[in-house]
């Protein structure tokens, strides 16, 4: 299980929690707590909030934010502001940029200022919208702007298992549905269903491979991915009957009715009146059963043509 220390470590993964803010007017644009989101009035119902995982080292967030982190002591809150240079960057001014309102007719978008549009593998803001044209920004959200970091470390994972998970977490979102067994030689990873239709697992499965061979200290990861059909239903058990109830009366067998006559029987009956004989060799012959391909030939006899 996780264990605390006084301090953290580089190379060591942890769960933390943080508000971000932008220096020059306090306006809180990241979190990971919901109370913070609903006070800040971006709220998202979908998102999940909670401490996030981070392997100090991997390079997912600012350096000079890791740099804070490492150091810190657990359960302690800790600030720290960090210039525009050390975080996103200055804004470049030709990463604006001017498209015909036509271009995202095609993508069926209604650009407005503020919204998020993407074009091939870059995504920008749109900042302004007027006579038939879209100026678009795909600079980073947070270049040229000074950053306030509020957070706290939680925990420092130790158990291998759980690192493992933690990783998972860092590079899909979720370790749900994932197994792990953990060896000196090397780690196997059974995957999940989601796996195989996550459009993003190609790409996010080579930085999991790179950061369990950190946490675990192995050179080989091994993933499993299981195909299976889908169970077959059970069958639904018998009804059992219902006891029978004191002073129930026990309904009555209706016997069956004898079948009427047909008119071919009755038609030969009238014909052979003075022979009991013909009427009864008339009746008991059969009539000819029809071939195989007769029925094969006749649609009524045909069973309902699969779609």
Same mark, same amino acid.
Request: hydrophobic residues 35%; proline residues 3%.
């Given at each position: 299980m996780a264990a605390k220390k006084g301090s953290v470590s580089k190379g060591d993964l942890v769960y933390i929690d943080y508000d971000a803010f932008f220096a020059d007017n306090d306006r809180l644009f990241d979190t990971t707590r919901a109370e913070s989101a609903k006070k800040a009035g971006f709220f998202d119902e979908k998102f999940e909030y909670g401490p996030i995982p981070v392997l100090l080292g991997a390079g997912k967030l600012f350096g000079a934010f890791e740099a804070a982190i490492e150091g810190a002591e657990v359960g302690k809150e800790t600030e720290i502001?960090?210039?525009?240079?050390?975080?996103?960057?200055?804004r470049d001014p030709k990463l604006v940029e001017t498209y015909q309102m036509k271009e995202f007719h095609k993508q069926e978008i209604n650009p407005y200022p503020g919204v998020e549009v993407q074009f091939?593998?870059?995504?920008?803001?749109?900042?302004?919208?007027?006579?038939?044209?879209?100026?678009?920004?795909?600079n980073n959200p947070l270049a040229g702007k000074d950053l306030?970091?509020?957070?706290?470390?939680?925990?420092?994972?130790?158990?291998?298992?759980? !690192?493992?998970?933690?990783?998972?977490?860092?590079?899909?979102?979720?370790?749900?549905?994932?197994?792990?067994?953990?060896? *000196?030689?090397?780690?196997?990873?059974?995957?999940? *269903?989601?796996?195989?239709?996550?459009?993003?697992w190609p790409v996010a499965r080579f930085m999991v491979v790179s950061n369990?061979?950190?946490?675990?200290?192995? *050179?080989?990861?091994?993933?499993?991915?299981?195909?299976?059909?889908?169970?077959?239903?059970?069958?639904?058990? !018998?009804?059992?009957?219902?006891?029978?109830?004191?002073?129930?009366?026990?309904?009555?067998?209706?016997?069956?009715?004898?079948?009427?006559?047909? *008119?071919?029987?009755?038609?030969? !009956?009238?014909?052979?009146?003075?022979?009991?004989?013909?009427? !009864?060799?008339e009746t008991a012959k059969p009539k000819a059963e029809p071939s195989k391909l007769e029925k094969a030939g006749n649609p009524a006899n045909q069973g309902p043509k699969k779609k």
């Open positions: 502001k960090i210039a525009s240079a050390d975080a996103a960057g200055a091939g593998n870059r995504r920008g803001t749109v900042m302004y919208v007027g006579a038939g044209r879209v100026k678009v920004d795909f306030v970091y509020k957070f706290t470390v939680k925990e420092v994972v130790s158990d291998k298992v759980e !690192k493992a998970k933690a990783v998972v977490k860092m590079s899909v979102g979720t370790s749900e549905g994932f197994e792990f067994k953990i060896t *000196d030689e090397k780690v196997v990873v059974t995957l999940p *269903d989601l796996t195989k239709f996550d459009q993003n369990l061979r950190k946490v675990a200290g192995v *050179d080989t990861v091994e993933f499993v991915e299981v195909w299976s059909l889908a169970d077959k239903a059970e069958k639904k058990p !018998k009804a059992e009957k219902k006891p029978k109830a004191e002073g129930e009366e026990k309904p009555k067998e209706s016997k069956p009715k004898a079948a009427k006559k047909t *008119d071919e029987e009755n038609a030969v !009956k009238k014909e052979s009146k003075g022979s009991t004989a013909a009427v !009864k060799k």
